[in-house]
Nanobody
Framework: QVQFVESGGGLVQPGGSLRLSCAASRSIFSSNSMAWYRQSPGKQRELVALIRIDSTTTYADSVKGRFTISRDNAKNTVYLQMNSLKPEDTAVYYC???????WGQGTQVTVSS
């Protein structure tokens, strides 16, 4: 049973923008802080952004001022708006409800000219 699904990745030029989406089941979404992680080849998975149930947010230093995480409670969806993308943002991005042990398949983001 799929509990949450990421989408929105793709290929974008440096300086461009992408918006990632994560649609979750209502029960998962309403009871979890939601996070975006990313992992690039040869590196550990890292936290990119977190939005709590009360909509307060936390960002990795590397994305502050460029990425914005938000949640739409009516659609049970969390978004990651990524602006001013850099080649070092290239990674597989994963949505993660913090109280769920499993990981989704992720969505590939590639920043390249």
């Amino acid at each position: 049973q799929v509990q949450f699904v990421e989408s929105g990745g793709g290929l974008v030029q440096p300086g461009g923008s992408l918006r990632l989406s994560c649609a979750a089941s209502r029960s998962i979404f309403s009871s979890n802080s939601m996070a975006w992680y990313r992992q690039s080849p040869g590196k550990q998975r890292e936290l990119v952004a977190l939005i709590r149930i009360d909509s307060t947010t936390t960002y990795a230093d590397s994305v502050k001022g460029r990425f914005t995480i938000s949640r739409d409670n009516a659609k049970n969806t969390v978004y990651l708006q990524m602006n001013s993308l850099k080649p070092e943002d290239t990674a597989v991005y994963y949505c993660k409800p913090l109280r769920v042990a499993s990981w989704g398949q992720g969505t590939q983001v590639t920043v390249s000219s």
